[in-house]
């Protein structure tokens, strides 16, 4: 259940809301407080219903994620880029799989930066399922990022891999991206929580669009009203492709939840070939971001090397977007 | 291994070559003798080299629906409507799940030929998964489509559900459609494979795209060339939904066959509200057809009454694909 | 809903309840008359309630095979052998993945036979999914099962891969199995529901339980109540075994339904090093048999070679299952 | 490549060595010194030959658990309890899913030492999917276990659920559990890898055998021996059950790790009627241990309270243990 207690409403009040509603409170932008419990609960206590201007009851605990709380698509703005609300963009992220070094990074993001691209990506901790793989440059990756977004202009999102680093993330990153292993990760989570900053989480590839969602409750929940979901495909038996993209879920996510969407078809199809026409595919689809990796000389990439895009693929499949873009009533930025 | 005889070879020289091996034999349209054994041979046997004019060797037992033995997509003729090939076209299918009454399905008919499309689809032999659902009408529905056939010059698409009646559908339907339940059915798809009518093969919810594939084998390899795959969503762990489309997979068929692709967004999101979104997503795709759900009264529908469109939700969503389909360079028929 | 109606109910009153409740209806062995309809129908109709002597309802259509309609665990009889009931038999089937040649089955037969079992398994018509693999030997290899169950007094069990061939299939076989590809397949479910010989239902590997057990009420809405259930592995995202055994399943059709079980983990580990494990495993669950494929040269086998085990493997583990079984209180036959 | 240097070789030799193949390197209780690199490296360079006794080459990035490098299952100590190596046992695990109160976690912990089990496990910081539910007593929680251990000389196992409190799970545990949702987190991993307490890593329910083993490998290759692997459940299209037990993953592990097994059927089930049998199925497998929730009041339980067995139920169950365990060769402890 949620509760919108008044702007002006006292300290003594909200705390008598939270003895008979124990839950999370943060307090909105426009001043109203907001208190969040359990779905479980259905009814306001009238002890202190006097208290409480508006409340809401759910399902399940899809809450503030929820359009029947807010119908509207929330309005992220990463410094003067405006992605969903009533924007009708479309943007393009794309970067290479990891930051490997300095030249690398800036020769692509000068190469993106010329096409028009705002949003540059680098994972700089890498997730990886072997300890024995190169696991990324760490805060030396960010420091890289950040020299790019100060050269370019562009704004970065990169990846937290584990608890122990988020602070370097959300210090260097304009969007804090929570990637699909890291995503019920509560450390993480609550760390975005407490910041203003955008989140975009990944869904896990064995993780259902309840729990997807309800990854994003604990950072909403927080207090920080600025997340993304990102659909990345999911692990199924089919292994001709290297994961499943779902789109189906994605259309749910639409109706269902007030969250923009940004869509990684590279790491869904796992190789070169299908990424351009599932990109006009997601686009068609009426979405918030494409987040796309592209790398100078993709077979010596350090990561990812099969999924990454050359630069001469990348930009065919870049300008192809725009008519399919209009053709739905968006704008590709 | 795939070989090619000579259209005047003897019939001693083409016992002779399947007797060194052994395999499926069939003769072209252009007159050139087809012999098709198991990709583990990899070797023309030197004895009877002298008759092969061309030979194909094969890592796996995609064979004649590979790009490469034949790099460019099959052309299919419906009457005077072309799919694949060079034509660009794609095509709507639509019409309700189960035929359920002539006046049903005439209402349908009508308002689909008053929209312009051109291929009717409709369910008389229903693979349904309880004993105590509707079955469809059997016999009756098929005389009923025939009917509307007549009627409204449309092409009509139905499925076979066992080996019981394949001998009807085949010689009622213009397209022989072979449902997801039914696509291992040997006794289905080695009736079709004595025909030259079109065959759909819809991809089992369970099925990998090599078993897919496999399974236009048994079809082709008997002779009947025209084949088109359909995917209609593989059964996954996510269940908000009903199935989970597999454009992935998409892609990697149009990579890796030269079969037509027509795609049922329907029974993959099994909801109305997504159908539109999948629909233009698909399109943007570059896909040779869509085969779309559609009844006059949806909640009254005997059978998958949650995902079929209502006429207006239909028409609108029709209305908005040649735009889409434009953007790729593709035209919608 | 389930309907009992007297044994000596008139044909005018079986009529009347028909035209009240349309529906399946059989006469048991016992005299009474069964009519079975949607598991959405509550309510007896008061017009005919008269001649109902019990009524059962249900939340879905698992009716027959369900346990709160039949407590006990079904009875099945082949010839002397008892399975299910109250007799606390696991029974050992084995052979061949598929009947080959007279030697390879006969000499098969005669081994297992001198280790004391019962029932021998093997495969005529192979659903293979390439049209160029082994396809089985059809119905010579029926001919030579019965001549090993004429010779040793086995009872044999074979597969129906489609409904061409199912005649041959119940003519010829003790326990008709229907496999994991066919198991949707109504032109097999129907035939086999006309009969009073045991069928043998797997799951197939894409099939939820519902979707399983209501396989099972296509044979048992028909008058056939001996149905057994085969779980052989369904298809999961885990490549390393062939299939992923579901012995939750297992546990849930236990507890739900009253139908026998059978187990194959030959099929879903796809490798021999595991199934003796795995075969320990199941019969500790508490299970009436289990089905295990072996051969005498397995490297050599035309279908399976991965999974079959030899003689000297099969029998080392087949001798350590008797203890197991005793050890839940139960006896191997 | 896994190197063994002597355990008496210099500094700067085993710099040398480094320098040549960088890579992790810890010293072994017996003194050798191991270096292990990816395994994509296959030859010992020349130049530092001579300082390697033994070299060990890999198909894949399972190195220091596979049986191939030791073919011997590891021997675990937990205090003077042994599992693994040739002992023959398997242990019972048991308690709550959470410690939700000192009244509720002693009360269990006397009942279940009563029993003669040694080993209590108990959820502080429970990796809840919401925000809104209970999330476990965390730090006070910790302190409960120890005093329970105290008091009755068991051994505690609890479950670090992010890096933010892995020191405090190391300090108080004597079984460091990290969980499904946590066992691609390096942040815990790496943290573990540092210490010789014994680790058990529960398998992701998206996660496959490759990468489980592989998690296993970050926390070997820091240099700690102890690491135990869990099998919970994969998440699959089968909804009936919370999870799906994977044995055929289990055998495939037996067979090509040295780690020891322990089975969790309780969160696989998900339903208490299911986990008896499921239990008697994995001692019959022959495995090095189970663990099993149980509860005073299953239905009052803050978590999981649909598959905490109750007293009396677990004590039926532990009971029918011995007996299975005898028939295949192993003891319970």
Redesign the interface.
């Known amino acids: 259940m949620i509760l919108h207690l008044s702007s002006d409403i006292s300290q003594a009040n909200q705390e008598a809301v939270l003895a008979a509603h124990p839950?999370?409170h943060f307090q909105r932008e426009d001043g109203i407080h907001v208190v969040?419990?359990?779905?479980k609960e259905k009814e306001v206590n009238s002890t202190i219903a006097q208290f409480v201007e508006d409340s809401f009851v759910f399902d399940n605990?899809i809450?503030l994620a929820s359009r029947s709380y807010q119908e509207a698509t929330r309005t992220i703005n990463i410094g003067d880029i405006v992605l969903g609300g009533s924007s009708n963009h479309t943007a393009m992220i794309a970067g290479p799989c990891s930051v490997e070094n300095r030249e690398q990074l800036m020769h692509t993001a000068e190469y993106l930066n010329g096409l028009g691209i705002k949003i540059l990506r680098g994972g700089c901790y890498k997730?990886r399922?072997?300890?024995?793989?190169f696991q990324g440059l760490g805060l030396e990756g960010l420091k890289i990022l950040a020299e790019a977004r100060d050269k370019f202009g562009m704004k970065i999102i990169t990846e937290v891999?584990?608890?122990?680093h988020v602070a370097e993330v959300i210090e260097y990153s304009d969007i804090i991206q929570i990637g699909a292993?890291?995503m019920?990760?509560?450390?993480?989570l609550k760390a975005c929580a407490k910041i203003k900053k955008p989140v975009m989480i990944k869904r896990?590839?064995?993780?259902?669009?309840?729990?997807f969602v309800?990854?994003a409750?604990?950072v909403l929940?927080g207090g920080n009203p600025n997340v993304i979901l990102c659909e990345r495909?999911?692990?199924?038996?089919?292994?001709?492709?290297?994961?499943?993209?779902?789109?189906?879920?994605v259309?749910?996510l639409?109706?269902y939840t007030n969250l923009p969407l940004i869509l990684d078809?590279s790491h869904?199809?796992?190789y070169r070939?299908?990424i351009p026409?599932?990109c006009?595919?997601?686009?068609?689809?009426?979405i918030d971001g494409l987040i796309i990796e592209t790398h100078p000389t993709p077979p010596q990439a350090l990561s990812d090397a099969a999924q990454q895009l050359d630069f001469a693929e990348f930009k065919s499949m870049y300008e192809?977007l725009p008519?399919?873009a209009?053709?739905?009533g968006r704008t590709m930025i």
């Open positions: 839950g999370f969040i419990t359990s779905s605990d809450q997730p399922t072997s300890p024995y793989s891999r584990d608890a122990t292993k890291a019920y990760d509560q450390g993480i896990g590839f064995g993780t259902t669009l309840q729990e309800q990854a409750e604990f929940s495909g999911i692990r199924t038996f089919e292994t001709k492709t290297r994961f499943t993209y779902d789109l189906c879920g259309a749910w639409k109706q078809p869904a199809m796992g070939f299908g026409d599932l006009r595919a997601s686009v068609a689809l009426g192809s008519a399919v209009q053709a739905v």
